[in-house]
């Protein structure tokens, strides 16, 4: 069986050497270069603060996310969505409904919901893969729309023709749904926001991701990289592919600051978010966070997924479910069983009618290939 290291809950692994605060390295570096906290240094190269492993000395004093019930409830409901709407477009592919690729994110719900549920929506902007239609459900957009556009109808967020890869919405800043994956940065707009560029493991071992981070510690960008480790890149494990599977670590070279955050655990995802957030949103540069999670269902629906074991698949939602994480919180913080199984009714009713919705709405117009193929400005 694949060794699994579904990481983000073992202690800091950084190694504080040169990139260690100047009290670490004492007093030569000191003298060296004393630096006032006041003045922002010119380039990442001059900071002499830098100190790689920032966040996440802060993160693991308190690492998970102190939530209101109405919080955890909301996080849970949320999650379910994500969950039972993939199900329901995985049925869909099997009839035919879908057509193309379709890559489903059961077994990821925890990364979308913990960061974007600390997204400010007027200002901050998304940017991921083709594993997208967890991204759209979190900003709370119609499921109906959603599974619309993964039927191809007139209805759907990109008016059927984006399909299951390609969903945007300029009105929540979303802009994609790429195939091309580890091409999602984004440039800085200089309108207070930031942007939450995810890619995959697989993506990340791209030489242009590391050009991008270079020009984003460089211009100090407010970018949040997210690289959503869900341990393979199509059919293959990352210990295969990557020489460094600590993706968290990959932005030392450029002195971005890393967070090894557990995906599986909403609270978990949730405080991270907090701090890598806050962290650009005061124009400190760019974070590099890992969220290790899991992709219960093979790379896309054409996939068996013969790379891995079912025992290692059913291990995973045994004991690392992130649904099932929250929903131990909520019963432990007084919902029952009853209430926790009426949310679900009402999702899978909610699913249910986006499903029914997608199918019987309407095909689009021939002439909707030749609109919004450019855009002036977005
Ligand atoms: C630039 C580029 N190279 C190769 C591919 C083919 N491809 C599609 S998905 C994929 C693997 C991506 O794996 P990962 O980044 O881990 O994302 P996941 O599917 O696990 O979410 C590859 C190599 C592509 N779409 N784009
Ligand atoms: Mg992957």
Redesign the pocket.
């Known amino acids: 069986m694949h060794a699994l290291p579904l990481r983000g809950t073992r202690g800091c692994a950084y190694r504080r050497s040169r990139y260690s605060s100047p009290e670490e390295q004492g007093s030569e570096v000191l003298a060296k270069a004393p630096r006032s906290k006041k003045t922002a240094p010119k380039s990442p190269a001059e900071d002499s603060e830098f100190a790689l492993h920032s966040l996440q000395d802060a993160f693991e004093q308190d690492s998970r996310f102190k939530a209101s019930k109405e919080q955890l409830l909301d996080f849970y409901k949320q999650m379910l969505l994500i969950r039972r709407f993939e199900e329901r477009a995985g049925q869909l592919y099997g009839l035919g409904l879908i057509g193309g690729f379709c890559?489903l994110y059961i077994g990821q719900e925890a990364v979308a919901i913990g960061l974007q549920s600390a997204l400010d929506g007027d200002k901050d902007s998304v940017i991921t893969?083709?594993?997208d239609h967890g991204h759209m459900l979190a900003y709370g957009i119609d499921p109906k729309v959603i599974m619309a556009e993964l039927t191809g109808r007139e209805a759907g967020i990109s008016k059927g023709k984006g399909g299951s890869m390609h969903m945007f919405s300029t009105e929540h800043k979303f802009y994609g749904g790429h195939?091309?994956?580890?091409?999602q940065a984004h440039q800085y707009n200089d309108d207070g926001g930031f942007c939450l560029a995810y890619?995959?493991?697989?993506?990340?071992n791209?030489g242009q991701v590391y050009e991008t981070m270079n020009m984003a510690a460089l211009w100090k960008l407010p970018i949040v990289f997210v690289v959503?480790n869900?341990q393979?890149?199509?059919g293959t494990a990352v210990g295969r592919s990557s020489a460094e599977t600590e993706f968290h670590r990959r932005g030392t070279a450029f002195r971005i600051p890393g967070m090894d955050v557990n995906g599986m655990d909403v609270l978990e995802v949730r405080q991270a978010a907090e701090i890598a957030f806050k962290h650009v949103r005061e124009g400190k540069g760019p974070v590099l966070m890992e969220c290790n999670t899991y992709?219960y269902r093979g790379?896309s629906m054409s996939d068996p997924a013969k790379y891995r074991t079912r025992e290692e698949v059913q291990d995973i939602r045994e004991h690392k479910d992130p649904i099932e994480a929250i929903k131990k919180v909520l019963l432990e913080n007084g919902s029952t069983e009853d209430e926790l199984k009426a949310i679900d009714k009402d999702i899978r009713k909610t699913v249910t009618e986006a499903a029914d919705f997608a199918e019987i709405s309407p095909e689009p117009e021939p002439g909707e290939l030749y609109t919004d193929v450019l855009v002036g400005e977005y």
């Open positions: 890559h893969g083709y594993r195939g091309i994956v580890g091409a890619f995959g493991d697989g993506a990340a791209q959503e869900n393979y890149a199509m992709r790379h």
